[in-house]
């Protein structure tokens, strides 16, 4: 298995604390799933998502495809994969040229929308 994670914002790199989510309400993040195994990824967001917030739809997520095969195998994000911390996607099988890469844009809810 050989799934990447690369966090592009609010921090390169690395997972971002909820300190900076809190200031930033959004998570954008790179995946990508090269082996024939990779199937699931996690996302680390921290945004400390009620079970109220949860059951709304929050938080709102964008995949944006990266390779032209991954129009044909996009990711899902299930329901069920949106955690108060995280958020976990699906994924076809990633064997093949290229393997799947997607960016992934988790937003916060704010006062804006509420």
């Known amino acids: 298995m050989a799934v ?11 997972a971002p604390t909820a300190a900076e ?3 930033f309400s959004t998570v954008i993040a790179s995946v990508e799933a090269t082996a024939a195994g990779d199937l699931l990824a996690t996302i680390i967001h921290n945004m400390a998502l009620s079970v109220a ?4 739809g929050w938080p709102i ?3 944006e495809m990266l390779l032209a095969g991954g129009w044909v195998k996009a990711p899902h994000q299930l329901a ?3 955690l108060t911390n995280s958020l976990a996607i699906t994924m076809e099988n ?5 393997g799947d890469m997607f960016r992934v844009t988790i937003l916060r809810p704010n006062t804006i929308v509420r």
Not at 53 to 56: G, I, K, P, Q, V
Not at 94 to 98: E, F, I, K
Request: charged share 15%.
């Open 4 to 14: 990447t994670i690369t966090y592009e914002y609010p921090v390169p790199g690395a």
């Open 21 to 23: 989510v809190r200031r």
């Open 53 to 56: 917030e949860l059951a709304a």
């Open 61 to 63: 997520v964008i995949t």
């Open 80 to 82: 069920a994969g949106r």
């Open 94 to 98: 990633a064997g093949g040229v290229g």
